[in-house]
């Protein structure tokens, strides 16, 4: 008999969706080559504390395969984010974005260049452009490998794991490091409140960005929550539904 492999992103968890509310809308973005799965309880007991219209998009290249995501760059990321901003702006009337590392560094920099269309912030794990120089040096390298490892499922809490590729292609780690690199340059453009949620210890983003973010935007009104017992995927860790109770309330003011 013929034996067929299961595709690990054609299940319910790993795809895009909407719960409907209230007209205060959420955008939720999950991390790079992860899916909506990293995000989507979280997101359930936000819609359930806060009544709020939740939308969690499938970032273009993602859910798919490997070589998908490396047919994708920095501006198609942030393409699909502005899509699925219209998205969520055609049902509802104040819209916060929001999301984990790669998603939050999209919700970050959407927040800067759209301030009229987007009403507050909330950053998980988001990388604005702090590297090591021993990370950064072989993005370079002419003769590298065309796929590296990959960097998911950094948790804490035993049998949880994290829906994404099990390989990255080189090239798009360049386009991310442009997009978390431009991303910090414009953060003193962020007027919105801002909700910083950071993970004291993240094998995947320096947790120096939380003060970056923290110190860097204009806002007048930053809150910058310390995770004590999470690691990278924070949304999928310990502290999964402090960070939904911490958003909820988050969005409750920035909806008045």
């Known amino acids: 008999m013929k034996q067929t492999t299961m595709d690990p992103f054609d299940v319910p968890e790993a795809q895009p969706f909407i719960l409907e509310g209230s007209n205060v809308g959420f955008l939720f973005f999950h991390g790079f080559t992860s899916t909506p799965q990293s995000v989507r309880e979280v997101a359930q007991h936000v819609h359930s504390m806060s009544g709020v219209t939740v939308h969690c998009p499938l970032l273009v290249g993602h859910g798919k395969t490997p070589s998908a995501l490396a047919q994708t760059g920095h501006r198609d990321w942030v393409a699909s984010a502005e899509a699925a901003l219209e998205t969520l702006s055609s049902q509802c009337d104040r819209i916060i974005v929001g999301g984990l590392s790669l998603g939050a560094t999209l919700s970050l920099n959407l927040a800067a260049r759209m301030p009229s269309k ?13 590297y090591r120089p021993e990370v950064v040096a072989p993005l370079y ?6 796929f590296v490892a990959g960097i998911g499922s950094d948790i804490a809490q035993p049998g949880m794991s994290e829906i994404c590729y099990g390989q990255i292609p080189r090239e798009t780690l360049r386009e991310r490091f442009l997009l978390t690199n431009t991303t910090g340059a414009l953060l003193p453009l962020i007027q ?24 860097l935007v204009g806002s007048a009104d930053i809150q910058l929550r310390w995770l004590e017992r999470s690691y990278h995927v924070a ?17 409750n003011l920035s909806s008045r």
């Open 118 to 130: 987007i009403h507050g912030v909330v950053s998980i794990n988001g990388s604005t452009g702090l």
């Open 192 to 215: 919105q409140p801002v909700l910083i949620l950071q993970s004291r210890r993240d094998n995947v983003v320096d947790p120096d960005n939380g003060h970056r973010i923290a110190t």
């Open 141 to 146: 390298d002419t003769d590298g490998q065309d």
């Open 235 to 251: 949304t999928l860790d310990y502290d999964r539904v402090l960070i939904a109770t911490r958003i909820a309330d988050f969005l």
